[in-house]
């Protein structure tokens, strides 16, 4: 049975859900979600209630609890319940490598139509500016094309 006390880290623990809860805020995640999100990968439990997490992390409830929905909207985090209990348990929803590469390939695709089509109005005055976003767009096409192989490869090279 699991308590609604604080799950014990070490110091090793601790500064390494701080190092990658800042690589998740520098790429736009909120400061709780972040430090959730770390907490659930770092923690020897892969599994945490929802006391255990903001008594782990020093949070209030109410930003634990937006952070969560935050992290369950954008599904990097989902909950289970265990038969005759109510509460729900954390985790992290571990995604397959090639559902995230393909989501990553549909997001530059999607990224590059608009690119392409600020191109297309942009002022010919401004031919620096242009050629610059114009390899922008050529380097996505060949993300696009080549991330494909590139993670096939990696497939074989695992058989």
């Not at 701080?18 to 907490?39: C, D, H, K, N, T």
């Not at 992290?71 to 005759?84: A, D, F, K």
């Not at 996505?140 to 074989?156: A, G, N, R, S, Y």
């Amino acid at each position: 049975m699991i308590s609604n006390m604080p799950i014990e880290l070490t110091d090793n623990k601790l500064k390494l859900i701080e190092e990658l809860g800042v690589l998740y805020e520098q790429g736009g995640m909120q400061p709780a979600a972040a430090r959730i999100s770390s907490l659930l990968l770092v923690s020897d439990q892969t599994e945490l209630t929802f006391e255990e997490i903001y008594e782990t992390l020093h949070l209030s409830k109410s930003a634990t609890s937006n952070a969560l929905n935050y992290l369950l909207s954008t599904g990097r985090v989902e909950y289970i319940t265990h038969p005759g209990e109510r509460r729900r348990y954390f985790r992290c929803k571990l995604q397959s490598l090639k559902e995230g590469v393909q989501k990553s390939l549909i997001n530059i695709g999607a990224f590059n139509v608009i690119i392409k089509k600020v191109l297309a109005q942009r002022p010919f005055s401004t031919k620096e500016f242009n050629a610059n976003l114009e390899q922008v767009s050529d380097f996505l096409d060949f993300i696009i094309k080549e991330l494909p192989v590139l993670f096939q490869k990696w497939e074989d090279s695992r058989k």
